[in-house]
């Protein structure tokens, strides 16, 4: 439910094709060939993170929990050189960003975690307002984006684990999980929404409704920090909101419903749902999700009334791993999602990498990812190289609107990622795109990704 982590910029693969099918027999496990564990760059505590060996007991609090403190930080550290012309203006820079995190385990189920963005101001990298240095549009100056502002920082944890002295013999159902404070919430793929905000969500697991094999919902508030439609910070708005999945034998179901209260000058109140599956059909991965905003004051920049249809196709051809992925969607009327990052940009994000914001600096889509009566595409090929280390992702999107001036944009675009050692990414991109009554865009960047 949450998580504190820049998005991939790789193409989404939770659901590619179990490789198993082209062997006979399955291949047993040799835990002499794994690598060493690669240690966090801080760890403190007797249990060390993913050990093995020895477990020290830890001790015991007054309401029965058994606690063994571990403290790791780790993260990740990136710089970037790229160019993005847009068609309109170009932006040249050397851009940086630092994901930097503090996570307290107190058992495999209790844990405290901290964030931070040091290298940018959070919330408007999109903006350019990360370190580094501008060389267009200007004369070439330096940009300064440090700050210390907490981007995460929640308490998680299981009621029933944390008060174990209720129930010692585990046989009155107290197994609540939640989770309380600022933490990242994606809900739909992140459709429906992807946003950071103070909030509260409450899970109870392990339930079997509507003939389901296993099923979870979750009741979830937010309070502030909350990012509208229009990704504007509006902290006097709150949600309301009930997120829910179901496991069936063929098939997973999500469906989640919300309600946004907020004033005028902040857009008003908004009504949302989602339902989407998530299956297999052969040999071919499918997800379908149907997502929907309702203004009920007044229809605004922040939240809009329409729907957006979205569907995902992929197939892993015989004997490889690469992946061919047809993503479509269908924008009906004005879709606003309930809460949405700066970062992160509008809803079609997750068609591909075409669409998809980058993260760090002022380098955009190639391809709108606004969902307002639109139609479009993305079909592209995931290869693998030298023992799955190397990447290439060849891809090519287009969009049209469906009403007003029916403007059309198509993009090509590639992305290559290569491992370096066991800490490091390298990452090349870049793209060539046309729109109508738009000169030509391009964009062209290198990646250097530390993770620790």
């Known amino acids: 439910m949450v998580t504190g982590s820049r998005a991939d910029s790789s193409v989404d693969t939770s659901n590619s094709v179990d490789t198993s099918r082209y062997s006979d027999q399955p291949t047993p496990l040799s835990p ?12 403190i505590g007797q249990n ?12 015991v609090m007054p309401t029965g929990a058994v606690w063994q403190p571990v403290f790791i930080v780790y993260g990740d550290v990136l710089t970037a050189l790229q160019t993005f012309d847009s068609g309109t203006g170009q932006t040249t820079e050397w851009a940086n960003r630092m994901d930097l995190f503090g996570n307290l385990y107190l058992t495999p189920t209790e844990r405290i975690l901290v964030g931070f963005r040091p290298f940018d101001t959070e919330g408007q990298a999109v903006d350019g307002v990360s370190s580094g240095y501008r060389f267009k549009p200007g004369d070439g100056n330096w940009v300064n984006g440090l700050n210390g502002k907490l981007t995460t920082g929640f308490f998680e944890g299981d009621f029933g684990q944390i008060f ?12 609540y999980g939640f ?25 109870h697991s392990s339930l ?8 979870h919902v979750t009741a979830l508030y937010a309070w502030n920090n909350i990012d509208r439609g229009d990704n504007i910070k509006a902290d006097d708005a709150h949600m309301f909101g009930l997120n829910s999945s179901f496991d069936y034998v063929d098939s997973t179901v999500d469906f989640d419903v919300l309600y946004v209260t ?14 989407g599956m998530t299956r297999r059909f052969e040999l071919v991965n499918f997800t379908a999700r149907v997502v929907t905003s309702q203004a009920i004051d007044k229809q605004s920049d922040a939240v809009s009334t329409g729907t957006l249809l979205f569907n995902q196709l992929s197939y892993s051809p015989a004997h490889t791993d690469n992946l061919v992925y047809l993503d479509t969607f269908v ?3 004005r879709f606003s999602s309930a809460a949405r990052d700066p970062d992160v940009g509008g809803p079609l994000g997750q068609v591909g990498l075409l669409f998809a914001n980058v993260g760090v600096g002022s380098y955009g889509a190639a391809v709108s990812n606004a969902s307002s009566n639109t139609i479009g595409t993305a079909i592209g090929y995931q290869m693998y190289f030298a023992k799955r280390r190397h990447q290439l992702v060849v891809e090519l999107g287009a969009r049209t609107d469906t009403k007003g001036p029916g403007e059309s944009t198509v993009a090509l675009g590639a992305n290559w990622q290569q491992a370096m050692g066991r800490h490091l990414i390298l990452i090349f991109g870049g793209f060539i795109g046309a729109q109508e009554n738009v000169d030509k865009s391009y964009g062209l960047r290198s990646e250097l990704e530390a993770k620790f």
């Open 32 to 43: 002499g060939t794994f690598p060493a564990r690669p240690a966090p760059l801080i760890e």
């Open 48 to 59: 060390p993170f993913l050990g093995n060996g020895y477990i020290a007991p830890g001790f």
């Open 164 to 175: 174990k002295n209720l129930d010692p013999n585990d046989v009155k159902s107290l197994d």
């Open 179 to 203: 989770a309380i404070g600022r933490q990242n919430f994606l809900l739909q793929d992140g459709l429906l929404v992807n946003d950071t905000m103070d909030a509260i969500g409450i899970t």
């Open 208 to 215: 079997f409704l509507f003939g389901s094999n296993a099923a």
């Open 262 to 275: 907020a004033p005028d000058r902040s857009g008003g109140d908004g009504l949302y749902a989602g339902i």
């Open 331 to 333: 924008g009906i009327d």
